[in-house]
Each structure stands twice: as structure tokens, then as C-alpha cells.
């Protein structure tokens, strides 16, 4: 299943998130209205994201990480691990026709729409995004990964 999106990647850092610390590791979480100042801007848009703290399935979740090119588009394709992929379905589920934030160690990266409940392990990223962005975006989770 595709993990929708259309929001622009964000590679560049961002100095508000860094002021406030590295609260967002690499994962999805849920936008959260009633969130006071915790979340993180887009510099794309501009627009600031208010995000719940606990992340849905975090780098812990992921098996493996690849990028391909697929109809003209590229994707970054994320294996989950099962208990990673059982928490996707659910939050999915819970989230459905709401957003998700895919954040990149503390760096907003899109903000799909859940359009349906995603099953399975594989999660396709995709979007309008550009060669390089798709590779600096994998290379970003695959040292997330590393880490951890």
C-alpha cells in the first residue's frame, strides 16, 4: 500500500527544531491540534505543524529501506518489522482521512492524508519528489536506522 503524500521534502535544517531539541526521532506522528508550540514548521510552505510527542512507529519499526523509480516517479519503499507494521494498520485505522507526519530525525519530511488503512509491511513513500530528494530521504533513514 502507498503512504500518499504531496507536501514537499524538507532536507535543509531547521533552527526552530533544533532550539528545542531533538524530540522528534525518525517516525510518524499524528498531527494534534491541541499541541501549544510542540511540532515542527515546513519550510516548504512555511506553515508550523502541531505534532502529538509519541510517534506511531518510530526507526525501531523499520526492517529495510530502499528507493526505486516507479512510472516516472521515485518512491522510498520501507519494509516494517511485524510488530512495526501491526501498529501502522492500526494507526492508520485511527488516523483515517487525517494526516500523519513523516519526520526524518527531527526534520518534517511530508505530511500525507490517510486515504485507507494500510496493511502489510511495506510502506510506499511517494510524492512529487525529485531524484536526489528521494536519495537524500533514504540516506537520512537509513542512518536513522544505523543508530538505533
Do not use: W
Amino acid at each position: 500500500m502507498s503512504f500518499l503524500c504531496s507536501c514537499s521534502f524538507q532536507s535543509e535544517s531547521n533552527n526552530e527544531s533544533e532550539q528545542i531539541g531533538q524530540i522528534f526521532r525518525t517516525g510518524c506522528y499524528p498531527l494534534d491540534t491541541s499541541s501549544v508550540g510542540i511540532g515542527l514548521y515546513d519550510q516548504t510552505d512555511g506553515l508550523f505543524y502541531p505534532l502529538d510527542t509519541s510517534a506511531v512507529i518510530d526507526v525501531r519499526d523499520f526492517k529495510e529501506v530502499s528507493v526505486s523509480k516507479s512510472t516516472g516517479k521515485y518512491l522510498v519503499n520501507l519494509v516494517l518489522t511485524d510488530e512495526g507494521a501491526q501498529k501502522f494498520t492500526a494507526a492508520t485505522e485511527k488516523y483515517l482521512g487525517n494526516y500523519l507526519a513523516f519526520v526524518v530525525d527531527n526534520k518534517l519530511v511530508m505530511i500525507p492524508r490517510i486515504r485507507e488503512k494500510i496493511t502489510g509491511n511495506s510502506v510506499l513513500i511517494d510524492g512529487n519528489f525529485t531524484e536526489d530528494q528521494m536519495i537524500d530521504c533514504y540516506r537520512q533513514i537509513k542512518a536513522s536506522m544505523a543508530k538505533h
